[in-house]
């Protein structure tokens, strides 16, 4: 796709906003091609305007997080006691996550607002520190799954709490599957409409017409803590309402979600995830600005 972008794209099009979107977005941006292929492009260049395509600032997130932090969690699962693992978790999500997003929200000047034209997308969302709690909440619900499966005993000699406590919910299954499907849905609402609110305050006469720029007098109604509140809590509250959503498949509670999730289709999904985004997100750019 990057190879793509640089010598392919130049020829696609001249419509009345290509200059704006391809050009300035995408070609001119792309002296930078190089950290795509070595996964760095999250980190170098810093600012959005300079990635060559931004969006696989996503994938090299990701692929950070897996060399570094399922093997460090693996290990001190597999050799030490659960305290240990209980440390490692609020050590990564305090330190990795909480403390940079605080600062680039307090000291930087983050907007409160989401999306790629803030520099919020620049200090926060295209970088890993934003990505790290969504990934611990994957891997401590992994874990969970494992051991509610196949660990009768850990290795300090206790069993897993959740087995005995869940084993007990079964029986009143409608009412944990109704809990968790009421929070998990919650969750999932609370972080959009808390956006919606904070976009509340903006005046219509200050937004412009021109579909990719914002005005800078466009004012929203959280501040910088109030911004800072959001960023640092919403992820969890998000993820964690997946979480919920998906515990009655994984205890064997869901006649409906389970099939689902064990469905074939999701393996051929998976090996095209990241493939058909960009491909699609290109493909729809390409199609706007070559438009007469």
Known sequence: MTMAVMYIFPFIGD??????VISDFFLNSCSYWWTNFLLISNWVPWNNEE??????????????????????????YKNYFRRALAVAFTTIGIFGSLVPVLYMTLVKGTDSSTGWMSNAYDNLTSKIWFRIPPFLI?????????????????????KPFHKDYLQKIVQNSWVFKTFCYTIGFLCLSVPLLLQVYNATCIKDDNVQDQMYYLDEDIQYCWKNVGGAIYYSISPIVFYSGVSLLMLPSLIGMSSILKPMLNSHLWHILEELTFQAFLLQYLVVVWFFASRE
């Open 51 to 76: 990635m060559c395509m931004s969006s696989v600032s996503l994938i090299s997130n990701e692929f950070q997080m897996i060399i570094i932090l399922i093997p460090l969690i693996g290990y001190i």
């Open 138 to 158: 994957g891997m401590a619900l992994a874990i969970f799954h494992f051991e509610y499966r196949y660990v009768d005993k850990l290795n300090d000699g206790s």
């Open 15 to 20: 419509g009345p906003i290509f200059p704006d």
